[in-house]
């Protein structure tokens, strides 16, 4: 149990669907973390919340839209994908001071037809 | 920008043997991140190293850091089939985490 907690945990969805991730952690941190891992790439990080305000957007395309309504809570809301979007979405959350160590969540595995 | 960089990127090594992953990054940075990945699973955080000379151990592994070198080590002793996973470094710069490759690991009989 990592206390940070996604679902769903495997997600499957066509290019014309509109789908969200949740996000939800139980540790009392105040910043949270969208991350895209594909076999491709390194971890991309994709979105940063602190203190429930969005601090960075590493120039995702919109088809990915955050929200975060309180400090436990981050979604991730998907719009129009392509199949190169199919990848595993982690969340994480840290602590907004030092030592800043992130605990991630299972991650939601996804697939877009 | 901050750059992260693991070698090897792929490990395969006998049971009982030592080994070495290396993690340099571009930046001035004095705080160091070690993760573990299993197949399918997300990232287990192992290590937190947070200044110059650090030295953490867990088990068979241990994780160093120098800062000067921007050079962290991830040293593995005896190692067992268990230690098989992906180990990924990251470095906290001016921005949340930038991560390395990883290292896949293999350990066999």
């Known amino acids: 149990e990592t206390g940070v907690t996604q679902t769903p945990r495997h997600l499957v969805m066509g290019m014309t669907n509109k789908k969200s991730l949740k996000c939800e952690q139980h540790l009392g941190h105040n910043a949270m973390y969208w991350y895209k891992q594909s076999a491709k790439k390194p971890l991309e990080l994709m979105f940063v919340?602190?203190?429930?305000?969005?601090?960075e957007n590493n120039s995702v395309p919109s088809r990915f839209s955050p929200e975060c309504p309180n400090s436990s809570h981050l979604f991730l809301h998907l719009h129009t994908l392509q199949p190169e979007d199919s990848a595993l979405y982690l969340c994480a959350s840290s602590q907004e001071r030092p030592p800043h160590e992130q605990f991630f969540g299972p991650g939601t595995r996804l697939t877009v037809l | 920008e901050l750059k992260v960089e693991q070698n090897p990127l792929f490990l395969s090594m006998q049971e009982g043997k030592n080994y070495t992953i290396y993690c340099n990054y571009s930046?001035?940075?004095?705080?160091l991140y070690w993760y573990r990945q299993d197949p399918g699973k997300s990232l287990e955080s192992l290590f937190v190293?947070?200044?110059?000379?650090a030295v953490k151990q867990e088990g068979r592994l241990m994780a160093s850091l120098d800062t000067k070198a921007r050079l962290s080590t991830l040293h593995i002793t005896a190692a067992v089939h268990d230690l098989s996973a992906t180990y990924f470094c990251a470095v906290r710069g001016d921005t949340p985490l930038v991560f390395g490759k990883g290292t896949r690991l293999s350990v066999i009989a």
């Open positions: 919340y602190s203190l429930e305000e969005r601090v």
């Open positions: 930046t001035t940075s004095d705080r």
């Open positions: 190293l947070l200044s110059n000379g």
